[in-house]
């Protein structure tokens, strides 16, 4: 149906929320987008504008005036106004920090003063507290009388010193089926998981998400707790971590932004990069077949163009195999379950199960060069020299694919750098070297020449 | 510190989460899991064996006597509960169920009759429900009154009408913030998000994440309020679903399983397959060389040894970047970002980027040919033939990695079965023919031989 005027498109969005009203508007340009925002109540649009991709909210703030935006930071929960940040130009944010409640601006600012991606930027300071001498009819007054704004979430309310000590914390439930005059200490359940404002966000959320919490209290580097984080925005944050992990195993780098959001140069920036490093890292594979193929010849080329038929299956092996093991270490080090000190454990086990499968492998690629019909008929030699390089290859691909993520971990890089196009290019080159190196011998031994 | 003796095991693990327990106990043998968890509260034990990898889990209630497992069916909240059978042999899981309170072996019962992997399996029927006529204050004195363990959470109080039709919803805030007297009805939020029961666990947890709701409610066919997802199950769902997308994208099957808790064997047999299959498919890359080569000896040999030297080079060039597409495109179908439908924009789009990327690298592949000094000063003809060949494989291979996951979503497999190592496979082989086809081509016109 065509769209005509605010109260049809108020109408057709009616009831719709935010998310899947962000979802469909992806879809169009930046003048139809600001065109159906602009007949939104502000709240929807506040909201929607925090889902929309990051290149196009930014393309629609700066058509948007002073005031609007003002208006929206004023709407959101601070810890989602913070995110609008990203959209505006310092400047301008700067100057918006000045045109909405002090209060409000005050808070932004303490939330920015802490460092990037740390949990301090990811809370809200709008959580319910009381005192230990607090009754539960205290608690509940509290709650009736608070305006409805100044909390992210009542679900837990929690116990402060004077000195701002998170002391424990009380479920909202507890509250309403304790004895009305019990303090808040007597009731309270005491020694809660807390994080560190300056530790990571992704840290913090995969703390929220292994507990099952709906919010993890924060503290300040004294102990006063400053803040919450909320189970949606840590699962958002782990969604965003998760999308960019499993991109960059694929070589693919940048922010975890929705797919048909990027124009086609975007994608190409976050693409071409690697591409091109791994391309130019593959020069070293042709250099390796170049110096061998040239070692060969001076030897009288005994058996060169065969060989050169097992290269894509021997580099494919041992590639495929690489890719196993670096995508396996890399998502156990970001659910925690491998940590950096366990690299000893990880290298002995991987390099069992590469000698096994790189056997079992070699059996087969022996079969395929030896036999006649269904194989390629070559002579024992090679077929051997194919059979050695296998294993050889794999407990390579799987001792670089093993190492690579947990040294990078412990570097301080994320491990997920260490990308599967990445070890199968190394392994490549590398594996070509083992290949004409066994060859080197095996056929030495029979030949005398190579 | 030494352990002994049960007191000393509570008091070392007093206070730390089952969630850290079962962590910890993974490193263990079974006897010493055994051991400890003896030692540990029933609820404890009961909470700590169902976060244990399925196998760690299994060996343990095997030597368990069928008391005390029907002690923890009965302490578990349901939806945990029925977790516990998938370690159970079904004669065992049947027989418990007789052992339990009949209300919980019926709603085990109940829940077991949905799909596997449906929202049904995931759900608790331990929610809180009103009358459109229940007041706030009879609302509170329901929560007051029901005893603990009868709700997964009180944070919503669902509204059902007579025949248990979903009217509305109230936050717990809302009820205790509203006048004692006014009506659910009145209150309410009306127009709840639902789940049909039939509907997948991964689709009913990728709205629960989406929306940053605590609790989804689930409807039977009939539009009957049935259950609820809560968000923390909702989270562990997702978490297991995008390591396994994560694995699979890498060449490696199987059930998300912590490393540590996997034997060698169990890790040989997610691997070995995949690469047995990928071997055999890369023998296909060795037939396609031989056939080529065959032909290149009829015709002469003309530079098939320098051709040789590029084929790492432009199979590495075709596998990453078919490796990028099919990561970015199965990612995002995951998420709901791309649909089914979208084939037709996803694929000129990647079409579009590898031609361009494409281009880029065959220029640079042109330069590494051609130039001397720098690169290996080959004559044009053969340069041409790379930089040709570049782009045309880039689009080869763009255009299998985006349609074969969206193909794969088509027909109703999960897209991430089109690994990267598989994409990366497929195109060695077909992306040599598309090489030697234009070098014949190419270097018939300047030499009239190949």
Same mark, same amino acid.
């Given at each position: 149906?065509?769209?005509?005027?605010?109260?049809?498109?108020?109408?057709?969005?009616?009831?719709?929320?935010?998310?899947?009203?962000?979802?469909?508007? #992806?879809?169009?340009?930046?003048?139809?987008?600001?065109?159906?925002?602009?007949?939104?109540?502000? *709240?929807?649009?506040?909201? @929607?504008?925090?889902?929309?991709?990051?290149?196009?909210?930014?393309?629609?703030? +700066?058509?948007?005036?002073?005031?609007?935006?003002?208006?929206?930071?004023?709407?959101?929960?601070?810890?989602?106004?913070?995110?609008?940040?990203?959209?505006?130009?310092?400047?301008?944010? *700067? $100057?918006?920090?000045?045109?909405?409640?002090?209060?409000?601006? #005050?808070?932004?600012?303490?939330?920015?003063?802490?460092?990037?991606?740390?949990?301090?930027?990811?809370?809200?300071?709008?959580?319910? *507290?009381?005192?230990?001498?607090?009754?539960?009819?205290?608690?509940?007054?509290?709650?009736? #009388?608070?305006?409805?704004?100044?909390?992210?979430?009542? +679900?837990?309310?929690?116990?402060?010193? *004077?000195?701002?000590?998170?002391?424990?914390?009380?479920?909202?439930?507890?509250?309403?089926?304790?004895?009305?005059?019990?303090? $808040?200490?007597?009731?309270?359940?005491?020694?809660?998981?807390?994080?560190?404002?300056?530790?990571?966000?992704?840290?913090? &959320?995969?703390?929220?998400?292994?507990?099952?919490?709906? &919010?993890?209290? @924060?503290?300040?580097?004294?102990?006063?707790?400053?803040?919450?984080?909320?189970?949606?925005?840590?699962?958002?944050?782990?969604?965003?971590?998760?999308?960019?992990?499993?991109?960059?195993?694929?070589? @693919?780098?940048?922010?975890?932004?929705?797919?048909?959001?990027?124009?086609?140069?975007?994608?190409?920036?976050?693409?071409?990069?690697?591409?091109?490093?791994?391309?130019? &890292?593959?020069?070293?594979?042709?250099?390796?077949?170049?110096?061998?193929?040239?070692?060969?010849?001076?030897?009288?080329?005994?058996?060169?163009?065969?060989?050169?038929?097992?290269?894509?299956?021997?580099?494919?092996?041992?590639? +495929?195999?690489?890719?196993?093991?670096?995508?396996?270490?890399?998502?156990?080090?970001?659910?925690?379950?491998?940590?950096?000190?366990?690299?000893?454990?990880?290298?002995?086990?991987?390099?069992?199960?590469?000698?096994?499968?790189?056997?079992?492998?070699?059996?087969?690629?022996?079969?395929?060069?030896?036999?006649?019909?269904?194989?390629?008929? #070559?002579?024992?030699?090679?077929?051997?020299?194919?059979?050695?390089?296998?294993?050889?290859?794999?407990?390579?691909?799987?001792?670089?694919?093993?190492?690579?993520?947990?040294?990078?971990?412990?570097?301080?890089?994320?491990?997920?750098?260490?990308?599967?196009?990445?070890?199968?290019?190394?392994?490549? $080159?590398?594996?070509?070297?083992?290949?004409?190196?066994?060859?080197?011998?095996?056929?030495?031994?029979?030949?005398?020449?190579?």
């Amino acid at each position: 149906a065509p769209i005509e005027g605010a109260a049809a498109v108020r109408e057709t969005l009616e009831g719709i929320r935010p998310e899947d009203i962000a979802e469909a508007l #992806q879809r169009l340009g930046t003048d139809e987008e600001l065109a159906i925002l602009r007949h939104l109540d502000a *709240e929807t649009a506040a909201y @929607v504008l925090i889902e929309l991709p990051t290149e196009d909210a930014r393309a629609i703030i +700066n058509q948007l005036p002073d005031a609007t935006v003002a208006h929206y930071l004023d709407i959101l929960p601070m810890d989602d106004a913070i995110e609008l940040r990203e959209e505006l130009d310092p400047e301008r944010f *700067e $100057a918006l920090l000045h045109v909405i409640p002090r209060e409000d601006a #005050q808070e932004i600012r303490r939330l920015l003063s802490y460092p990037e991606e740390s949990a301090g930027q990811l809370m809200t300071e709008d959580f319910a *507290e009381c005192t230990p001498e607090d009754t539960m009819m205290d608690v509940l007054r509290m709650i009736r #009388q608070t305006p409805d704004s100044d909390f992210e979430t009542v +679900n837990y309310i929690y116990v402060l010193s *004077e000195d701002r000590h998170l002391l424990g914390l009380l479920s909202l439930k507890r509250v309403i089926r304790s004895d009305p005059m019990s303090t $808040a200490r007597e009731v309270m359940h005491d020694d809660p998981v807390t994080i560190l404002a300056t530790d990571g966000q992704e840290e913090a &959320a995969r703390m929220v998400a292994r507990y099952g919490f709906s &919010a993890l209290p @924060v503290l300040d580097e004294r102990g006063r707790m400053v803040g919450i984080i909320t189970a949606d925005d840590a699962q958002e944050i782990l969604e965003e971590a998760e999308t960019e992990d499993v991109l960059r195993l694929g070589g @693919v780098s940048g922010d975890a932004e929705a797919y048909l959001s990027l124009s086609i140069w975007q994608l190409i920036r976050r693409r071409l990069p690697w591409l091109l490093v791994l391309f130019i &890292a593959e020069f070293f594979t042709g250099s390796v077949l170049r110096y061998y193929t040239g070692q060969a010849e001076e030897g009288g080329k005994t058996m060169l163009a065969q060989m050169m038929l097992f290269v894509p299956l021997l580099i494919g092996a041992g590639g +495929n195999s690489g890719s196993q093991v670096t995508t396996t270490i890399t998502r156990s080090l970001a659910l925690g379950e491998v940590k950096a000190t366990d690299w000893f454990t990880v290298m002995v086990r991987e390099a069992t199960i590469a000698l096994m499968i790189g056997s079992a492998l070699g059996f087969v690629g022996f079969l395929r060069a030896k036999l006649p019909v269904i194989g390629w008929n #070559q002579p024992m030699s090679l077929s051997l020299v194919v059979g050695f390089a296998l294993p050889a290859i794999v407990l390579w691909a799987a001792t670089v694919g093993s190492l690579l993520p947990i040294t990078a971990k412990r570097l301080g890089f994320d491990p997920a750098v260490m990308s599967a196009p990445f070890i199968t290019t190394f392994v490549d $080159a590398t594996g070509l070297v083992i290949y004409f190196e066994i060859a080197r011998r095996v056929l030495g031994a029979f030949h005398q020449t190579f």
